[in-house]
């Protein structure tokens, strides 16, 4: 008889050959997952639920196999409307647990994995209890807000030997993978500097609110957790903790781990010798924010510079885009962008590349979450794409950025 784990090994190659996940329906994926007895899913359970880590969930939920056990959010408000989403994607949601606190989920012997989506302040604390519990973890980016604690997911990842995955989900994507293969064959030459953007038009702190209770149905003391306790402001709540120290890195560490992850990864994963950032609140000093809404950092490489430049609030970047990686080469410069990738030939290089823009096939975060799933079953954990490592290190190299900011 297989085990409940070679089966699920087995029920992973449905993702293969002819079969992809985007050309299923809502209808389509409750009717086949219905066939998998309880025993044969992958359970899961969602901690944090309001942004990214919904979206995370509703991605698993497309797999083969499996199954949304339970939901947590400090945030009841939150929660009732989750539920009202399970209904519309033809769930019951009267079998999905709810629950406040996270660590009333992770006593559950019945969930495999679990889904951290929140605030950045609580990523390291839920990780460890997490593995500790005996489950894998799909963790939202950037995975620790400081470096002793990317050090401490590490290690206990190594202690528990767990599927950890980073929610930096461009690293399951074909055309960023595909820049990268083309970046190894060496056809831009030496590359002397990479340069890295981010400008956000939409994104924008809040207004400067006063303190106040905090809303009905949101426990404020299991939201602050580990931070320091600080009277409760709506202007740093919800989609705001971003842009304030003790919750997260801002704009560095939110878009930061994504862009810088692709920068470093298609040099080959160096580490910087040094970083030297300046920047401060120059464009919406009125607003409430501690983070930069401009910053710019020069890393120094063994062999390349890289150039961080963010901007809040505004979307001209280089080359016309509000964000893109360039890796600037004797011979081109390739741009890299969540819209696809061009080689851009030297003038006055011997050596003309034609390359046609290579554009978007799949759905990252889709892409992502099924090599998660594909790891939780085959229990092959050098096949994460994004494996906690991999993480802490990209968030190392932001964090960087930010304590010279704020040196």
């Given at each position: 008889m297989k085990s409940r784990r070679r089966f699920l090994a087995d029920s992973s190659l449905l993702a293969l050959g002819g079969i992809t996940l985007q050309s299923f329906n809502t209808d389509t994926f409750s009717i086949f997952k219905n066939r998998f007895s309880p025993a044969d899913q992958v359970n899961i359970g969602a901690i944090g639920i309001n942004g990214m880590g919904w979206a995370d969930t509703t991605s698993m939920l497309k797999i083969p196999g499996v199954n949304l056990v339970a939901i947590c959010d400090v945030d009841q408000n939150v929660i009732d409307s989750r539920k009202k989403d399970l209904e519309k994607l033809k769930i019951d949601a009267s079998k999905v647990a709810t629950y406040t606190d996270y660590r009333k989920l992770l006593d559950r012997k019945d969930i495999d994995a679990v889904i951290i989506g929140t605030p950045d302040h609580w990523h390291t604390l839920i990780m460890v209890h997490a593995v500790e519990a005996?489950?894998?973890?799909?963790?939202?980016?950037?995975?620790?807000?400081?470096?002793?604690?990317?050090?401490?997911?590490?290690?206990?990842?190594?202690?528990?030997?767990?599927?950890?995955?980073?929610?930096?989900?461009?690293?399951?994507?074909?055309?960023?993978?595909?820049?990268?293969?083309?970046?190894?064959?060496?056809?831009?030459?030496?590359?002397?500097?990479?340069?890295?953007?981010?400008?956000?038009?939409?994104?924008?702190?809040?207004?400067?609110?006063?303190?106040?209770?905090?809303?009905?149905?949101?426990?404020?003391?299991?939201?602050?957790?580990?931070?320091?306790?600080?009277?409760?402001?709506?202007?740093?709540?919800?989609?705001?903790?971003?842009w304030f120290w003790d919750y997260a890195g801002g704009l560095m560490t939110d878009w930061g781990v994504h862009l810088m992850d692709y920068a470093v990864f298609g040099m080959g994963m160096p580490e910087p010798r040094t970083v030297a950032a300046l920047g401060g609140q120059f464009a919406y000093p009125e607003l409430s924010q501690e983070t930069p809404d401009t910053l710019g950092a020069l890393y120094e490489f063994d062999k390349f510079n890289l150039i961080w430049d963010h901007a809040m609030g505004i979307d001209n970047g280089l080359f016309g885009k509000d964000h893109g990686i360039a890796f600037i080469g004797n011979n081109a410069t390739l741009e890299l962008d969540r819209g696809g990738w061009d080689v851009i030939p030297e003038q006055r290089s011997e050596k003309k590349i034609v390359v046609p823009r290579t554009k978007p096939s799949d759905n990252g975060l889709d892409m992502h979450t099924q090599n998660f799933i594909n790891v939780v079953r085959s229990r092959k954990l050098e096949e994460l794409n994004c494996p906690i490592q991999t993480g802490a290190h990209i968030a190392t190299v932001c964090q960087l950025g930010n304590i010279d900011y704020r040196s």
């Amino acid at each position: 008889m297989k085990s409940r784990r070679r089966f699920l090994a087995d029920s992973s190659l449905l993702a293969l050959g002819g079969i992809t996940l985007q050309s299923f329906n809502t209808d389509t994926f409750s009717i086949f997952k219905n066939r998998f007895s309880p025993a044969d899913q992958v359970n899961i359970g969602a901690i944090g639920i309001n942004g990214m880590g919904w979206a995370d969930t509703t991605s698993m939920l497309k797999i083969p196999g499996v199954n949304l056990v339970a939901i947590c959010d400090v945030d009841q408000n939150v929660i009732d409307s989750r539920k009202k989403d399970l209904e519309k994607l033809k769930i019951d949601a009267s079998k999905v647990a709810t629950y406040t606190d996270y660590r009333k989920l992770l006593d559950r012997k019945d969930i495999d994995a679990v889904i951290i989506g929140t605030p950045d302040h609580w990523h390291t604390l839920i990780m460890v209890h997490a593995v500790e519990a005996g489950k894998d973890v799909y963790v939202e980016k950037p995975v620790g807000n400081s470096i002793e604690e990317c050090r401490i997911m590490v290690a206990a990842q190594k202690k528990y030997n767990k599927a950890v995955q980073g929610g930096q989900w461009q690293r399951s994507q074909k055309h960023f993978r595909d820049a990268v293969d083309f970046i190894k064959t060496g056809q831009l030459g030496n590359i002397r500097t990479v340069k890295v953007w981010c400008y956000q038009g939409w994104m924008k702190p809040d207004i400067v609110r006063p303190n106040s209770a905090p809303p009905a149905g949101v426990d404020y003391k299991m939201w602050l957790g580990p931070a320091e306790t600080k009277p409760f402001n709506a202007s740093r709540f919800h989609f705001n903790f971003r842009w304030f120290w003790d919750y997260a890195g801002g704009l560095m560490t939110d878009w930061g781990v994504h862009l810088m992850d692709y920068a470093v990864f298609g040099m080959g994963m160096p580490e910087p010798r040094t970083v030297a950032a300046l920047g401060g609140q120059f464009a919406y000093p009125e607003l409430s924010q501690e983070t930069p809404d401009t910053l710019g950092a020069l890393y120094e490489f063994d062999k390349f510079n890289l150039i961080w430049d963010h901007a809040m609030g505004i979307d001209n970047g280089l080359f016309g885009k509000d964000h893109g990686i360039a890796f600037i080469g004797n011979n081109a410069t390739l741009e890299l962008d969540r819209g696809g990738w061009d080689v851009i030939p030297e003038q006055r290089s011997e050596k003309k590349i034609v390359v046609p823009r290579t554009k978007p096939s799949d759905n990252g975060l889709d892409m992502h979450t099924q090599n998660f799933i594909n790891v939780v079953r085959s229990r092959k954990l050098e096949e994460l794409n994004c494996p906690i490592q991999t993480g802490a290190h990209i968030a190392t190299v932001c964090q960087l950025g930010n304590i010279d900011y704020r040196s």
